[in-house]
């Protein structure tokens, strides 16, 4: 954010949060925190990172039911209640020693806050293995920091967080990427293929600057519904035009344009002639992801 330093001074950029170095910014836990408002509330836990709100917590008994502390994180974000607290608030979590970790983020609705398990397998039995250490293990200050930074989207204005499932493919994508080498992620349909490339997509192109992102389909619909996705979470400009390319001359041309970063092509622009001849000319770094029939998606550094 630009902040005024010296009066008659130019604004300067003032990074809120290190999100390098996890171990130079203030972790802090506070128990209970009043929240004034139309009616006061007092959530169980606040996490803060250099004074802001990022995490709100609500701990149950065994004997209730988690879904309660979901609807009391949900209340506490209407207007009558607390509303302007939540402008921080990144992440909400509700969990009890018997049902475990759920987890969502602001405006989430009660059905798809999802469990976070523990996930170094640990024997169901074993005790904290579904809160003490799921908790821990999402709320490690260097997770943490890169779910805030890099997991939360906005998708038409609805905030979103990804599925452990979702997560989890990302990071094994990244890591392959950092190797420069490829792979291929497995899904089953309605499983989020979407939201996935979106954010992987996104981190690509925020951590390469040479980077552009090369998505291949093999139907229309399925094409439209890709770029429609990355419009609506940012990764397309609402006034930038459409990243679909819709003849071989023109994807020959984007190929060596510098932008879009995006391009979306169907497979049917590709031919075995094409490899015949001299190489087009190239601009940039280009990760081929390739969703297939609803089937599998498969990112290439």
Known sequence: MKVLLWPGQPHEDVQLIDWEQPERNDFALA????????????????????????????LKRSSVEVTDGVRQLITNQESIFNEHFFTTV?????????QGLRYGTTGTPEQFFVQWKDEEGSA??????????????????????????????????QKKVPRPHRY???????????QREGGVIWHTQGS??????????????????????LVVTDRDELDRQIVGVMRNAGVVGENDPSPRITSR????????????????????????????????PVHGRFYQNAPQCSAYS???A
């Open 31 to 58: 128990e209970e925190v009043t929240l004034k408002g139309g009616h006061e509330r007092r959530p169980d836990l606040v996490l803060y990172i250099n004074g802001i709100a990022v995490v709100v917590i609500e």
């Open 124 to 157: 169901g039995t074993s005790p904290g293995v579904l809160l003490d250490q799921p908790l821990a293990q999402l709320c490690s200050k260097e997770r943490l920091l890169d779910l805030i930074r890099n997991f939360v989207i906005f998708d038409a204005g």
């Open 192 to 213: 989020g293929k979407s939201i996935l490339m979106v954010l992987l997509a996104k981190w690509i192109m925020e951590h390469d600057p040479a980077a552009r992102i």
């Open 249 to 280: 001359a023109q994807f020959v041309q984007m190929l060596g344009a510098t932008t879009p970063r995006l391009l979306c092509a169907l497979v049917h622009k590709f031919d075995p002639g094409d490899l015949k001849g001299d190489p087009p």
């Open 90 to 98: 990144q992440l909400l979590l509700a969990g009890s020693d018997a």
């Open 168 to 178: 989890f493919g990302v990071k094994a994508a990244q890591a392959r990427i950092a």
């Open 298 to 300: 498969r990112a290439v």
